[in-house]
């Protein structure tokens, strides 16, 4: 943690607030039958209504109700009886109707709550979340901005792709988090993993990050202790727990620089940069669009009967605190070495190579060491690494059979990550092949002894762990491809000593 | 059979599935109808003969064989220019979609198309049916056929007086607050606001989406029971439609017996503002349906005075959100593209050029009412006495089973007299717009001209909301009386043209 980190600290309480946009992985999308899956040749996924064609009329998904629901119930949110939708109008030409089919003051699911946990030095610490709401709507089209640098200032033309318009969007609003200190940044990143981590247990989405399917907007105020709330900017459009992270610590910085010189903070909304970790002036509040919301006359309003809420309590999975401290218990490992494992993103994946036929010691040493190590290097997530559990199983399977020393098994994530190929070709590219030729580890070891005498002597006087000395001159000579206790054997067996 | 063009749709109908005339004649012979007279009437936006003429053989051919059983086989029809019609263009009246063919059908031309109903073409309106005269349509006004120098009414204009001039037995109207009744009312036709949900309006062009209704317009009662008979249901592509059986209209219409039936009479919709000659007949109806057995009680909507002020918000802001998707992006014309102008000036170009002066209108009243810090003031408040309306309605029901009143305070105005003045245009559907906010039914029929400018008077029967049999029952018990003291409809006295 930084000192510039630490002054903030001391002298600022920070208050956060999260609005999350997640993606459904329903099979259509919230008003149409149109495909709802991600990319497909641009505007292939339309119809009528998603391209919002004059005459055209949307009839809601109900597996993306339900999915709302059972999303509010692991919640721990209320569903209200009887909610509607509304019409957000501003034009953009990224939505086909110039406005967007949302919940404004009649959300589908409120006052909820969900308990993150963070690692401290002192151990796992456990925040409550409150969740304000939960509601539906649709996501836009997507731009693509010809010439200029790729946006739309400086384009030359712009192209649209309707392919994600119409797609079903659940957002999920905290009410402010108070109290998080100087865990503001972790708190942030370790709620966002939980909700994603609730939503994927729940089967409602896959929550693809590196596809765009989950989209945070942070809020951040600053106050002295005692004082009145600070002034708060919004930071959208963040697309990683680790810019969750991010953009939390840089903007309390940010924010507190500007206090400390005497300046007013702006409300306004802010742009994440994923390069630099900065945030940059968006639109300010008070030039803000008046969005002139009213509820949608084309769609009756959604009221759940207590039957169907209750059928739908009943299809809830085992949530992800309650797998973890099962996990937890199975692995044998401390409340610190679970909290950060998972805080690294390396539980479903480590749940992965189990299922594959990795042993559980055996996956968490990839996952939180090496891989966790260049996730970092590299400032992205653990699955957005070109390493899948199936591969760390292949990988596992060839060390046992003994076709992979430790140190090549190395070499071939190496590879993995580089994006050379699959674990079989990287293997046969980079020519990892144990040695196991009696014959040639023999000569190597003769090599070895003529190089070093004296070394045979003190060995065969008793002293074995000179071994070690001829073990590594072989290792050396043979590239690290020879298995090293098999060496081991062999030079005992040569110099007639016998353990 | 002899002058295919003045009989009506059932009588069509009926001569087809004998096999006394074809589907193809008659189709034709409404085709040369409006190629005499259209040119004067203006009630056609588009006529595609060819097209119109081979759907008929089509028909014929099925029912040769056997394969049609729908009471309007072969009989053709006019459709509003709101209906969206695949592949035919679709313009609501205004120039910023000229040019758009929909890639898709409104779900009721698609039931048209099923029941063997043979499209003409689209008829004229105000812009996005925004009007009451069809003066506002972008491609120039319809002319009345009883007075070509008269207002057809509005927004419907096009789809009534297609039918007041023998151009077409049926047609298509939409009716958000009036414009089926009103245009019905002052050319001497029948035209019928369907229970909200009662016909679907997927694939119908919103104005505003909680008050838009489709229906049937037609010269007869029976006609327009038989036409909402084929259009009617539920339909999963429109949430709001009813998903209740379609009630037996036709067979309302044949009982046309209402001995012992309540009929209310509003207070409030009737004296200041109502031309005598309007009062004159709507008072000799009232008589008629007491001879008929039915019993006369006025009845009071204390809230029905606010009704105008509410529909003049609601309509407005739902109708600007509703067009907002008229940008120039996707569909329509779009202005002034050149390369160094940005995205935000193409719309606004777009949309200065191609939207007339009524809609810029409420465009802009309906953003101001949703606007932040007027929304509970205006959109708010307006949508409270919406409530109060309705329920002065159920309360009214609770003593009557229908209501009537006069459908149109006056008979058809000159074109133009009233162009300059919103607020006088706007008081033409005074009687009909309470029923739109509260979603219930009504008709309107012709009882009779005015005797001080011998133009057709309309008046409107009113039915709670799913009974809209009872406005058939109604109107036919009224129209058959009057029919037999006239010895004939009354639109067989309009001008021949």
């Known amino acids: ?499 | 059979m002899n002058d295919l063009i003045r009989q009506s749709a059932a009588t069509l109908a009926g001569a087809i599935a004998r096999k006394e005339v074809s589907s193809e004649e008659v189709t034709r012979a409404h085709l040369d109808r409006i190629s005499q007279v259209d040119e004067r009437v203006h009630a056609f936006l588009y006529v595609d003969p060819e097209a119109s003429i081979a759907r008929a053989r089509e028909v014929d051919q099925q029912i040769a064989k056997g394969e049609l059983s729908s009471p309007l086989a072969g009989v053709p029809i006019a459709l509003k220019d709101l209906v969206a019609t695949k592949g035919v263009p679709t313009t609501c009246g205004s120039r910023i979609l000229s040019g758009w063919r929909p890639p898709y059908s409104a779900t009721i031309v698609n039931k048209l198309h099923a029941a063997g109903v043979v499209s003409l073409g689209k008829t004229n309106m105000d812009e996005f049916a925004m009007g009451s005269s069809t003066e506002h349509s972008g491609y120039g006004p319809t002319h009345n056929p009883w007075d070509l120098d008269r207002i057809p009414g509005g927004s419907g204009g096009g789809s009534a007086a297609a039918i007041a001039s023998f151009e077409a037995p049926l047609a298509i109207g939409t009716d958000t607050g009036g414009s089926i009744r009103q245009p019905a009312a002052v050319t001497g036709t029948v035209g019928v606001k369907p229970t909200y949900g009662g016909v679907s309006r997927y694939g119908i062009v919103a104005l505003a989406s909680s008050l838009d209704q489709a229906g049937p317009c037609a010269r007869d009662v029976m006609d327009t029971a038989i036409l909402h008979s084929v259009i009617a249901g539920h339909d999963p592509r429109d949430s709001t439609s009813i998903n209740a059986p379609v009630p037996d209209f036709v067979a309302a219409a044949l009982s046309a017996d209402i001995r012992g039936m309540k009929v209310g009479v509003i207070k409030e919709l009737q004296g200041e503002g109502f031309q005598p000659g309007v009062l004159q007949r709507f008072k000799q109806s009232l008589e008629i349906l007491t001879e008929l057995g039915a019993e006369i009680v006025e009845v009071s909507c204390p809230h029905f005075q606010y009704a105008l002020g509410a529909y003049y918000l609601i309509l407005p802001s739902e109708a600007s959100s509703n067009l907002a998707r008229f940008d120039g992006m996707r569909f329509g014309i779009r202005v002034d593209d050149g390369n160094d102008r940005s995205v935000e000036q193409v719309m606004s170009a777009t949309r200065e050029e191609g939207f007339g002066a009524e809609v810029k209108r409420r465009i802009m009243l309906g953003t101001y009412a949703l606007s932040s810090g007027y929304y509970d003031a205006y959109y708010g408040q307006a949508q409270r006495i919406r409530t109060l309306i309705t329920r002065d309605f159920e309360a009214a029901f609770t003593e009557v089973d229908v209501l009537v009143s006069p459908t149109s305070p006056t008979t058809a105005f000159k074109i133009g007299e009233k162009l300059d003045d919103p607020l006088a245009m706007y008081l033409n559907d005074i009687a009909t717009i309470p029923v739109n906010l509260a979603g219930n039914c009504a008709m309107s029929l012709p009882i009779g001209l005015a005797p001080e400018d011998g133009l057709p008077v309309g008046l409107q029967i009113i039915a709670p909301a799913m009974a809209d049999s009872l406005l058939y029952r109604v109107g036919s018990a009224l129209e058959s009386a009057l029919v037999d003291r006239w010895g004939g409809l009354l639109i067989s006295e309009a001008p021949s043209l």
Not at chain 1, 20 to 48: D, R, W, Y
Not at chain 1, 104 to 112: A, K, M, S, T, V
Not at chain 1, 144 to 156: D, E, K, Q, V
Not at chain 1, 426 to 449: C, E, K, M, P, W
Request: glycine share 8%.
């Open chain 1, 1 to 499: 943690m930084t000192t510039e980190y630490n002054a903030v600290i001391t002298e600022f309480d920070p208050i956060i607030g999260l609005e999350t946009h997640i993606e459904l992985g329903t099979n259509s999308k919230m008003f149409c039958s149109c495909s709802a899956q991600f990319g497909g040749e641009p505007n292939t996924f339309v119809c009528p209504v998603c391209l919002g064609m004059p005459g055209s009329m949307p009839v809601v998904n109900r597996v993306a109700v339900e999915s709302t629901i059972r999303m509010g119930l692991a919640l721990n949110c209320s569903i209200v009886p009887w909610c509607r939708f509304a019409r957000k109008n501003y034009f953009y030409p990224d939505m086909p109707k110039n406005y967007q089919i949302s919940q404004y003051d009649e959300p589908l699911c409120i006052n909820g709550y969900l308990d993150v946990t963070v690692a401290t030095e002192n151990g796992p610490q456990v925040f409550r979340v409150e969740i304000e709401r939960v509601h539906m709507e649709e996501d836009t089209g997507k731009l693509l901005h010809a010439g200029g640098a790729g946006r739309i200032h400086g384009a030359t033309h712009s192209l649209v792709d309707y392919n994600r318009a119409g797609i079903p969007l659940i957002e999920v609003v905290t009410k402010p988090i108070l109290g998080t200190g100087d865990l503001a940044p972790e708190v942030a990143k370790a709620y966002v993993a939980e909700l994603r981590d609730l939503m994927r247990a729940l089967g409602v989405s896959d929550v693809r990050m590196e596809e765009g399917s989950l989209r945070c907007d942070v809020n951040v105020s600053l106050s002295r202790p005692g004082e009145e709330w600070g002034t708060r900017t919004e930071t959208k459009n963040v697309n990683s727990l680790r810019s969750v992270e991010r953009a939390v610590r840089t903007e309390m910085i940010r924010q507190a620089d500007r206090l400390r010189s005497g300046e007013r903070i702006i409300q306004e909304t802010r742009h994440f940069n994923e390069e630099t970790g900065d945030t940059t002036s968006g639109r300010s509040k008070e030039q803000a669009e008046d969005y002139r919301y009213f509820p949608e006359p084309d769609l009756v309003p959604i009221a759940p009967s207590e039957a169907w809420i209750e059928e739908l309590r009943g299809t809830l999975p085992e949530i992800p605190s309650v797998r973890r401290a099962r996990l937890q218990i199975d692995w044998g490992i401390s409340d610190f070495d679970m909290q950060s494992l998972v805080n690294a993103g390396a539980l479903d994946l480590i749940v992965a190579s189990i299922d594959a036929g990795v042993q559980p010691a055996a996956a968490r040493k990839w996952w939180t060491g090496e891989l966790t190590r260049v996730a970092n290097e590299r400032n992205c997530e653990l699955e957005e690494l070109t390493v899948s559990p199936s591969d760390i199983a292949e990988i596992e399977g060839l060390i046992s059979a003994g076709d992979l020393t430790d140190k090549m098994a190395r070499s071939v994530f190496e590879g993995l990550l580089a994006g050379e190929g699959s674990v079989s070709q990287i293997v046969s590219q980079r020519g990892l092949v144990v040695v196991s030729d009696d014959a040639s580890l023999i000569a190597a070891i003769t090599a070895a002894l003529a190089d070093s005498p004296d070394i045979a002597e003190k060995i065969q006087g008793g002293k074995i762990a000179a071994a070690g000395s001829i073990v590594g001159a072989v290792m050396k000579a043979t590239q690290g491809q020879a298995d090293a206790a098999k060496v081991r054997t062999l030079l005992l067996e040569q110099l007639g000593v016998k353990e």
